[in-house]
């Protein structure tokens, strides 16, 4: 048995799940089960009953679709009834539906499951597989995770490996992982930028290397837009050119559909290899009782065509934050890929042309996040043996009269951090103030973290947000003796009647194709207090 016990790093991905480990200061990816190391982030309930995890998972996602559960990186920490879930429910074959607190939840097997309770199946099988291997218990673990998540979804990352029985000793960012991988006792003093594209988020870093202080000066990113969005692409083309080719509409199909996937992300696989790739999927459908096979050719010319705007929308988020910076492209010394998606010869001939350099190739697209976390993981046994200095990633806020978004915490501010501000006087009974994550100006486009209700004996006193080292928030109050105590936010108990004037806001808003003026009579969570009764 080791001298320390085992630190995991995780890389918890939307389509893959990575797990690391140091022994003898050097990093190393931990083999899954089948040899590979990468697990496919994938829980199923086989036609049994059975729980299945990874490639088994993956492997029946064809034959029984609606009990096959992918992606679900993207439906944590969310609301069920946000326009954002609303959009992605059509890309999936299994149910999604409304768990207890509001949130998403999926129908497995039929079993509801939150997404913290899916996610934690695919970790739990990790630390099975990692203890196996190394032939130790391990317990503590450091989980990566997109730099642009909210503190929700972070919270729900947090629940999904304590359910899997880890001790998550910290969270930390993935772009901050892969420098972490690159830079790790390596002396460098140099500022880097980190392009991570996954399966389904996209996240940009710039860090400035001291040795092994790691200080992230600025970060950006799309929480939408990944490989996944890539495979939706190639998976509309081909519907629409069998649907122009047979009047076949496959759309309607659950079975094809998956089958459609499984070769369209294949097909883009192939494609950073070869030039052309002939999608063949014999009996795909029938037309009177008789075999209709799809057969539709895809060049790398095509697909570029296909998803040229998605690559442009990585740039114009990098551009955006060197502009923010006051930063050129020629200021970095080095520009590292990370993630799947950013093996794609169009992703980085354009990162190529945009920096003038040539991405780094030291640094593995697919391991680093989970190599860096294990690094931090490894760390925190010692004493300055690495020091991070991260930002938030997203401004933290309060709701204000008229449906308006009041930044407490900027983006990039250098965390951890704290700001106070002081409550509005109580008229009568509780003080309320509604707390929001995002960059819009109006809260209906932010994601809702909570509610905070203040005793009247706060109202008017000072309440400081304080953001930690992991980007998560606490919230404390200063009562009438001076006194400090933390407010927790209201979400899993707030009453029925709340939610259901939030949910019923949230669907009508998703239902609206355009919103021509800002909420009136006082906001959105007025007219929420008003049925509450408050």
């Given at each position: 048995?080791?001298?320390?016990?085992?630190?995991?790093?995780?890389?918890?991905?939307?389509?893959?799940?990575?797990?690391?480990?140091?022994?003898?200061?050097?990093?190393?990816?931990?083999?899954?089960?089948?040899?590979?190391?990468?697990?496919?982030?994938?829980?199923?309930?086989?036609?049994?009953?059975?729980?299945?995890?990874?490639?088994?998972?993956?492997?029946?996602?064809?034959?029984?679709?609606?009990?096959?559960?992918?992606?679900?990186?993207?439906?944590?920490?969310?609301?069920?009834?946000?326009?954002?879930?609303?959009?992605?429910?059509?890309?999936?074959?299994?149910?999604?539906?409304?768990?207890?607190?509001?949130?998403?939840?999926?129908?497995?097997?039929?079993?509801?499951?939150?997404?913290?309770?899916?996610?934690?199946?695919?970790?739990?099988?990790?630390?099975?597989?990692?203890?196996?291997?190394?032939?130790?218990?391990?317990?503590?673990?450091?989980?990566?995770?997109?730099?642009?998540?909210?503190?929700?979804?972070?919270?729900?990352?947090?629940?999904?490996?304590?359910?899997?029985?880890?001790?998550?000793?910290?969270?930390?960012?993935?772009?901050?992982?892969?420098?972490?991988?690159?830079?790790?006792?390596?002396?460098?003093?140099?500022?880097?930028?980190?392009?991570?594209?996954?399966?389904?988020?996209?996240?940009?870093?710039?860090?400035?290397?001291?040795?092994?202080?790691?200080?992230?000066?600025?970060?950006?990113?799309?929480?939408?837009?990944?490989?996944?969005?890539?495979?939706?692409?190639?998976?509309?083309?081909?519907?629409?050119?069998?649907?122009?080719?047979?009047?076949?509409?496959?759309?309607?199909?659950?079975?094809?559909?998956?089958?459609?996937?499984?070769?369209?992300?294949?097909?883009?696989?192939?494609?950073?290899?070869?030039?052309?790739?002939?999608?063949?999927?014999?009996?795909?459908?029938?037309?009177?009782?008789?075999?209709?096979?799809?057969?539709?050719?895809?060049?790398?010319?095509?697909?570029?065509?296909?998803?040229?705007?998605?690559?442009?929308?990585?740039?114009?988020?990098?551009?955006?934050?060197?502009?923010?910076?006051?930063?050129?492209?020629?200021?970095?010394?080095?520009?590292?890929?990370?993630?799947?998606?950013?093996?794609?010869?169009?992703?980085?001939?354009?990162?190529?042309?945009?920096?003038?350099?040539?991405?780094?190739?030291?640094?593995?697209?697919?391991?680093?996040?989970?190599?860096?976390?294990?690094?931090?993981?490894?760390?925190?046994?010692?004493?300055?043996?690495?020091?991070?200095?991260?930002?938030?990633?997203?401004?933290?806020?309060?709701?204000?009269?008229g449906g308006r978004f009041r930044r407490i915490i900027e983006k990039n501010a250098s965390i951890p951090t704290a700001k106070s501000f002081r409550l509005p006087p109580a008229k009568s009974g509780d003080v309320e103030l509604d707390v929001f994550q995002g960059e819009a100006e109006q809260i209906v486009d932010n994601e809702y973290l909570g509610t905070l209700r203040f005793a009247p004996d706060l109202g008017g006193r000072k309440v400081?947000?304080?953001?930690?080292?992991?980007?998560?928030?606490?919230?404390?109050?200063?009562?009438?003796?001076?006194?400090?105590?933390?407010?927790?936010?209201?979400?899993?108990?707030?009453?029925?009647?709340?939610?259901?004037?939030?949910?019923?806001?949230?669907?009508?808003?998703?239902?609206?194709?355009?919103?021509?003026?800002?909420?009136?009579?006082?906001?959105?969570?007025?007219?929420?207090?008003?049925?509450?009764?408050?």
């Amino acid at each position: 048995m080791s001298a320390k016990p085992i630190t995991l790093g995780v890389d918890f991905g939307t389509t893959n799940t990575c797990v690391a480990y140091v022994k003898g200061k050097v990093p190393r990816c931990v083999p899954t089960d089948k040899g590979s190391l990468v697990l496919p982030s994938v829980v199923a309930k086989s036609t049994k009953g059975e729980l299945l995890v990874g490639n088994v998972a993956k492997d029946q996602m064809v034959t029984n679709p609606k009990n096959t559960v992918y992606g679900v990186k993207r439906l944590i920490g969310r609301q069920f009834r946000s326009k954002t879930v609303e959009e992605l429910r059509k890309y999936f074959s299994y149910e999604i539906v409304e768990g207890e607190d509001g949130g998403c939840a999926v129908n497995l097997g039929g079993t509801v499951q939150s997404i913290p309770e899916v996610s934690s199946h695919i970790l739990s099988h990790c630390k099975k597989v990692s203890e196996a291997f190394l032939e130790e218990p391990i317990e503590d673990a450091v989980i990566a995770v997109p730099a642009y998540f909210t503190d929700s979804q972070r919270a729900a990352v947090k629940e999904a490996g304590k359910l899997a029985g880890f001790n998550v000793k910290r969270i930390i960012n993935e772009p901050t992982a892969a420098a972490l991988a690159y830079g790790f006792n390596r002396g460098f003093d140099q500022k880097i930028l980190v392009y991570d594209m996954g399966g389904g988020t996209f996240d940009v870093s710039i860090l400035q290397l001291h040795g092994n202080v790691f200080e992230v000066v600025a970060t950006g990113g799309d929480t939408f837009l990944g490989g996944v969005d890539f495979d939706n692409r190639i998976i509309d083309y081909v519907l629409e050119e069998f649907r122009r080719q047979t009047r076949i509409d496959l759309a309607t199909s659950p079975i094809a559909l998956q089958r459609i996937k499984s070769a369209s992300e294949t097909t883009k696989i192939d494609l950073s290899m070869m030039a052309n790739v002939m999608i063949e999927l014999p009996y795909i459908e029938s037309r009177r009782g008789k075999p209709v096979d799809l057969r539709i050719a895809l060049s790398r010319e095509k697909l570029n065509a296909l998803t040229g705007d998605l690559v442009d929308r990585t740039f114009q988020v990098v551009g955006n934050l060197l502009a923010e910076e006051s930063l050129r492209p020629t200021d970095l010394r080095e520009v590292l890929l990370v993630g799947g998606q950013s093996r794609m010869p169009l992703v980085q001939g354009k990162t190529h042309q945009y920096f003038g350099k040539l991405p780094r190739k030291g640094v593995h697209p697919d391991e680093s996040v989970a190599l860096g976390a294990a690094l931090l993981g490894e760390s925190l046994h010692e004493e300055d043996a690495v020091t991070l200095v991260d930002v938030l990633s997203v401004p933290i806020g309060i709701a204000l009269p008229g449906g308006r978004f009041r930044r407490i915490i900027e983006k990039n501010a250098s965390i951890p951090t704290a700001k106070s501000f002081r409550l509005p006087p109580a008229k009568s009974g509780d003080v309320e103030l509604d707390v929001f994550q995002g960059e819009a100006e109006q809260i209906v486009d932010n994601e809702y973290l909570g509610t905070l209700r203040f005793a009247p004996d706060l109202g008017g006193r000072k309440v400081t947000f304080q953001v930690d080292e992991e980007c998560m928030l606490r919230v404390t109050a200063e009562g009438t003796t001076g006194a400090a105590r933390e407010v927790l936010l209201a979400t899993k108990d707030t009453p029925q009647s709340l939610k259901e004037a939030w949910n019923e806001e949230m669907a009508r808003r998703a239902a609206e194709q355009s919103a021509a003026e800002p909420p009136r009579g006082g906001g959105l969570f007025a007219s929420i207090r008003r049925i509450w009764g408050g």
